[in-house]
């Protein structure tokens, strides 16, 4: 069977995680968008949001669902129950701090234009940088320290993992400066990340034109003024 | 076997979408902070926040993981895998919007108070009311009118609907002159509150002392400021 991916042909996004999995896995799949604006969708779906996933006659939404439905299948989360639950848990986490990533950038509305929230997101970065990303680098570096293993469940790359990686390239393009020095503190996190990145499949996807560029349309944008360490944020 | 709840015991939060899905089931469960301050989880159990859930030796994080253990179990969601994932989806949708109702108050920090970051309220709670909520409330209707049935999922009601009625309940509450007119656009939302509520097991919950009342510390919150329907934010 070949899944067909439905997400925005211009970002990484959301759809990044989706497609990290389905390409460590080497599954096929046709990422629609990317070549065709054909979005028609069964009447019975509903859809809040994309990315959405169809794989035969299932219609999946929202990230970490379609995640958690392809785990088992990629070969990238255990089979039972509560291995199940415990990577599920761990990418919900990961999906709570990708919102804050975003916010940074878009605390107002994500309907509105960064310009129109600039002095917002100078305070709401200020905030992330100094206390949210570290409680979850601290968070993600504990897990890894209690796994006593290479991934976040120990032996096996999961799912998670791969979102891992990704939060950890989304960050250093978005926050070099911050995120660069705040880095050396989780060593477990970055290990994670090289060890993703050097997959073979992963590295080829990667190092392939199918691996979009980040950008500032996407989750994660670089603005300079936002990467300030140590500058306080306005009394307002 | 009894469940074991940790949440915060001042507050309906996050903690109340599994409270409402225990009561409604008549399901035996202990809500330890109520009465305890015991706190100590096994080692190996990571948590980035509450609440979790304890059943016999498995222990689960992240309120829409734990809706979905206990869905099945409960006799609130399909057995069946389609209608499982079906379920999650829209509980991880109620779960983003839960997030965006939160931010109303607290777009900049939420370790900072209310007081401190007032003026971005004002402005992100305005988008909330004219663009994000609709928007939330469109999705449910429709979903509501394809499903053609009593609840989500046509005729049963599942842990998703129950976490629609807390929803309504929290946006009554938050924004009565705003969500009180929106509202009425809605009727099959409204439709879903009512009839939860009249649930028997769950309308004796609700005039229990177990029901915690919504105040100022919780998720959702009543001020007057943010609930100001056509006044514009200023342009800042």
């Not at 916010?103 to 234009?113: E, R």
């Not at 060890?195 to 392939?208: D, H, I, K, T, V």
């Not at 034109?209 to 603005?223: D, K």
């Amino acid at each position: 069977m070949t899944y067909r991916l439905y997400y925005w042909p211009g970002i990484q996004g959301r759809g990044e995680f989706i497609r990290l999995a389905l390409e460590d896995a080497g599954a096929r799949y046709d990422d629609v968008l990317r070549h065709s604006d054909e979005f028609s969708l069964p009447k019975s779906a509903a859809i809040f949001a994309l990315p959405y996933l169809v794989a035969g006659k299932t219609v999946i939404s929202q990230t970490a669902n379609i995640l958690q439905y392809l785990g088992p299948r990629l070969r990238l989360a255990p089979m039972n129950e509560p291995g199940r639950l415990r990577v599920h848990q761990l990418q919900l986490t990961i999906a709570d701090w990708l919102v804050e990533a975003h916010d940074t950038h878009h605390p107002i509305g994500s309907g509105l234009y960064y310009e129109q929230q600039k002095r917002e997101a100078r305070r709401r970065a200020a905030d992330f940088l100094a206390v949210r990303l570290p409680k979850y680098l601290d968070y993600f570096e504990g897990v890894l320290q209690r796994a006593s293993g290479r991934y976040l469940l120990g032996r096996a790359c999961s799912y998670a993992d791969l979102s891992l990686f990704q939060m950890v390239a989304g960050l250093r393009y978005a926050f070099p400066v911050t995120f660069g020095r705040l880095e050396k503190r989780f060593p477990r996190i970055s290990a994670v990340h090289d060890r993703a990145a050097a997959r073979p499949r992963l590295a080829a996807y990667l190092a392939s034109p199918r691996r979009i560029a980040f950008n500032r349309q996407g989750i994660f944008r670089h603005y300079p003024e936002l990467d300030s360490p140590g500058k306080k944020s306005k009394k307002t």
